[in-house]
């Protein structure tokens, strides 16, 4: 066999190099970079190891040429500022990292159109996409998908593969909570219009209230935001409704900061639940929340994803999370009821 070694130190090292001084194939070099998955994790180490030393850096671009690879997935949410979608967006990250892709991030403000921008302008630079809570129309991405893997997150369209954090059942048994409470007349303050989850936790709302004869109010706001939740008390308080069940912990932090503003305490005056469990613990007081385990599904979305670049069958193409109601302390009864009972705290804090 030739001595592949390399002749001049100055020169760019080239693949074959790497493969000599590691003791592999340059087969297993290339796969080392473009197909990660193939190999033990020891092979990976070690060329990777070899390659620093050496200086090789791959050609991306005329791996991508020959193999039709790009090494990168995109990930669009509507909110990066929204704690759901950051913990989504690093437990995603992180497996992709570890299956070998890069991924970009798209923010879309809330905005169709960005979306839509976002997911036609990214798709020549990525294999497949992670679309999470789009608000675009069914047409739009199914179009989209048809160009490019998708994996849709909290979107609920036959014949793509989805994952859905399916947080209806514990708003039914969060309304339940608040129902034993004592709470006759309940707001929810809802989240975007063309939000899949919106409508799943609306839905279960009403339907459970119907069961259990009581009082849904509905208060619209723009966007789920801290702002949004603020801006939104004056409304809640003309409403008479003794309790709230917020789209999200964001939404209902603004909530309780609206009514402090106001003199109105948590839940002194109000019983405030919100949903996805990251703010929760950390606000004062702590937040009765439902947990939906967002990294989680940055994670198995991202592995679902993966598995489609890699041809792989789907055993379900469609995914359900189930979510956790965690009872904390900013629910009790209402004050009329603690004022005839004489009861002045009736929540069980975790």
Request: aromatic share 4%; glycine share 8%.
């Amino acid at each position: 066999m030739p001595d592949r070694r390399r002749n001049n130190s100055s020169s760019t090292p080239t693949l074959s190099e790497v493969a000599d001084a590691a003791n592999v194939s340059s087969a297993t070099v290339s796969r080392a970079f473009s197909r990660p998955e193939l190999l033990n994790r020891e092979t990976v180490a070690r060329v990777h190891s070899v390659a620093a030393r050496l200086g090789y850096v791959p050609n991306h671009a005329a791996r991508a040429l020959s193999t039709g690879r790009i090494g990168n997935i995109a990930l669009i949410v509507p909110d990066i500022t929204n704690p759901f979608f950051a913990a989504l967006m690093r437990g995603g990250q992180a497996t992709a990292r570890e299956c070998g892709y890069a991924t970009f991030i798209g923010d879309s403000d809330e905005t169709p159109e960005v979306e839509d921008i976002l997911l036609t302008k990214l798709s020549a630079q990525v294999e497949g996409f992670i679309i999470a809570s789009s608000r675009l129309h069914t047409k739009q991405i199914l179009e989209h998908a048809r160009k490019r893997p998708c994996v849709l997150v909290n979107r609920d369209i036959p014949g793509t593969v989805r994952l859905l954090v399916d947080s209806g059942p514990s708003y039914g048994q969060a309304l339940a909570h608040l129902v034993s409470l004592g709470h006759r007349s309940i707001a929810y303050v809802a989240g975007p219009a063309f939000s899949w989850s919106n409508s799943q936790r609306y839905g279960t709302v009403t339907r459970r209230a119907a069961e259990l004869g009581v009082e849904i109010v509905r208060v619209p706001t723009s966007r789920p935001s801290f702002e949004a939740g603020q801006a939104c008390v004056d409304e809640l308080v003309l409403t008479g409704a003794t309790a709230v069940l917020a789209f999200d912990d964001v939404m209902a932090q603004g909530i309780m900061a609206g009514l402090a503003a106001r003199g109105l305490s948590v839940p002194g005056d109000y019983s405030v639940i919100g949903c996805d469990g990251i703010l929760a613990p950390t606000l004062f007081p702590p937040l009765t929340s439902i947990a939906t385990h967002c990294a989680e599904a940055g994670r198995q979305a991202v592995e679902l994803l993966v598995a489609m670049l890699q041809g792989k069958p789907l055993a379900h193409k469609r995914i359900n999370l189930v979510t956790e109601f965690v009872i904390r302390a900013t629910t009790q009864a209402p004050r009329s009821q603690r004022a005839k009972t004489g009861l002045h705290r009736l929540t069980t804090t975790e």
